[in-house]
Nanobody, 126 residues
Framework: QVQLVESGGGLVQAGGSLRLSCAAS????????MGWFRQAPGKEREFVSA????????YISDSVKGRFTISRDNAKNTVYLQMNSLKPEDTAVYYC???????????????????WGQGTQVIVSS
């Protein structure tokens, strides 16, 4: 498994932007599909976005479509989540997740990912 560490969270005003980063250990990262999930207080963890190992395909939640963009740099063992036009309802802890080759499960569910970071807090003020 890869070890994942998120960074880039913080406090931002509505309409602002943040870029989250997820640094992974190990050469296996380049074979992993990666995802971002978020969890607000009192709510279930929800899918935000995912990207295949090559970056050739991406998946995005309807709630953030047109505002968030996922990308990856396999040379840097890092996946990013660019978040623009942030809204107060985007406030949550954001988690990076890794999906090993052959790991079963959909990209859209947390059960489809076997490696997780510790999370980074994003707070959007109105």
């Amino acid at each position: 498994q890869v070890q994942l560490v998120e960074s880039g969270g913080g406090l931002v005003q509505a309409g602002g932007s943040l870029r989250l980063s997820c640094a992974a250990s190990g050469r296996a990262f380049r074979n992993y599909a990666m995802g971002w999930f978020r969890q607000a207080p009192g709510k279930e963890r929800e899918f935000v976005s995912a990207i295949t190992w090559s970056g050739g395909s991406t998946y995005i939640s309807d709630s953030v479509k047109g505002r968030f963009t996922i990308s990856r740099d396999n040379a840097k063992n890092t996946v990013y989540l660019q978040m623009n036009s942030l809204k107060p309802e985007d406030t949550a802890v954001y988690y990076c997740a890794g999906k090993a080759p052959g790991y079963t499960g959909t990209y859209y569910s947390a059960t489809g990912f076997g490696s997780w970071g510790q999370g980074t807090q994003v707070i959007v003020s109105s």
